[in-house]
């Protein structure tokens, strides 16, 4: 079968745990320690429903986010949105919607003309483990994705 390829943005705050996440979906297992991501881009092929699928996932920095020009090119030109915030830090959470206004100007003034589905945002709520830390309840987080029309989330990574 052909292989299908779908472009991914990992966008969220500093610390929020956006490489844990993936190098826990990548290679089943967890980060021990924060290291800053200055910027990498991964692939990884699934197999669904016996179609090969193959994720290129773009684990964007935190910090200089208005200068990447590779994030720029997947919020621009990407399938999908990973969007993550920490239960444990109300700031990343009041800061999604900075990533939803960088989409949506991207998008309605450069959506491809080739485009032939709907662009996908995830929403996750990172730390959930973090029961004494919670400062973003588990509604909270269902509440925003539901009012920005995104899927939801939470984990622990």
Not at 112 to 126: D, E, F, M
Request: charged share 30%; aromatic share 8%; glycine share 8%.
């Amino acid at each position: 079968m052909e292989d299908h390829v779908y472009r991914i943005a990992l966008l969220g705050d500093e610390g929020v745990g956006k490489t844990a996440l993936l190098v826990r979906f990548l290679c089943h297992r967890f980060l021990g320690e924060y290291d800053p991501t200055i910027e990498d881009k991964y692939r990884k092929s699934i197999n669904i429903d016996d179609v090969t699928v193959t994720l290129e996932i773009l684990d964007t920095a935190s910090r200089g986010q208005n200068s990447c020009k590779l994030r720029d090119q997947f919020v621009r030109e990407g399938d999908g949105f990973i969007v993550v915030y920490s239960t444990a830090d109300r700031s990343t959470f009041a800061n999604l919607h900075r990533y939803r206004d960088m989409m949506k100007l991207s998008r309605d003034t450069n959506l491809p003309s080739n485009r032939t589905h709907a662009i996908s945002v995830l929403v996750i709520g990172n730390k959930s483990d973090l029961i004494g830390e919670r400062d973003v309840t588990r509604d909270e987080g269902q509440r925003l994705a539901e009012t920005y029309g995104w899927l939801f989330a939470e984990a622990s990574a």
